[in-house]
């Protein structure tokens, strides 16, 4: 068994076009039906305004399986401690011998995350898409755009968060990085010219209305993993011309689905990975309004493991 830690971990992985490649064979196997995924175990702990999610799939045919556990402690930067965390089992398939243990602090979480956008937008965004508008300010808001521009040349960058003083930080080092970014004041004057958004809050209550989708946006939704959060308004839904997720199980329970409040989509739902292995074309002209909503799956967290062991293994 082998041990490795964050830093390590870090050095061998990247947001690059390999592990894209590796997260979206995982989605495809996923859209063909040769993943076995459970469904998230979540458990809250409200004392401590905190959250542990432990996810796991197994692709058929690859030579081994990740479990990851990941706990969310929204407290913690009060204490001086990230509020992410967690880490990964790496067993064998064939023996369920335990291969590696991967002591990475949810980095391993943060790049297959960052990467699902990048798939939802190369499928899904208009293939000029320029301008990103990021609501948000946290870790994702910055690696989402990073890994957008492995599929899109993103430029300018639109940014809006509930802290003013957290989008300005969020400006400044992101200019650094070369992009143009504008911080506004409001959400609605954030996306009035964007070509993508992403939402990356951990909000409970929709920020992101219709009358607020410009013509032919496509949207990413990443913040609403669990049953008590929520990005979008039901608009935004209905107002798509195709809306996606990674599972639709996934999304009725803790993604944007949640919004229908159990009834009947009034549109037809695609999960990403079929859409891919199928070669499905959803948007059908510069005026489509597309919607991904990402709420995270362990085939995700098995594809990534399976990389970085093999990158580890080359080092």
Known sequence: MQLYHRDVISQAVKIDHDAMAAVEAGFVALGRGEVVQPPILSMAIEESNGEVDVKTAHIRGAERFAIKISPGFFDNPKLGLPSLGGLM???SAKTG?????????????MVRTALAGAIAARYLARQDSRRVTVL?????????????????????????????????AYAERMRTRGFRVEVHGS??????????????TPSRHPILHARDLPEGV????????????RELDESVLTRADAFVCDTRAQSESNGELKALGGKEAPFK???????????QRLRLSDATITVCDLTGTGVQDT???GFALSRLADD
């Open 89 to 91: 089992l790496v067993f």
């Open 97 to 109: 011998q335990l291969d590696a243990l991967f002591l990475d602090e949810g980095y391993l979480t």
């Open 136 to 168: 948000g300010a946290g870790e994702q808001a910055e690696c989402q755009v990073e890994a957008l521009c492995l599929v899109c040349d993103i430029d300018t960058i639109d940014v809006w968060a509930r802290r003013p003083v957290a989008a300005e």
């Open 187 to 200: 959400v609605h004057a954030a996306c009035e010219r964007a070509d993508i958004i992403v939402t990356t």
């Open 218 to 229: 496509h949207v990413t939704a990443i913040g609403s993993d669990s049953p008590e959060k």
């Open 269 to 279: 739902v695609h999960e990403l990975g079929r859409v891919i292995a199928e070669g």
């Open 303 to 305: 594809a990534i493991a």
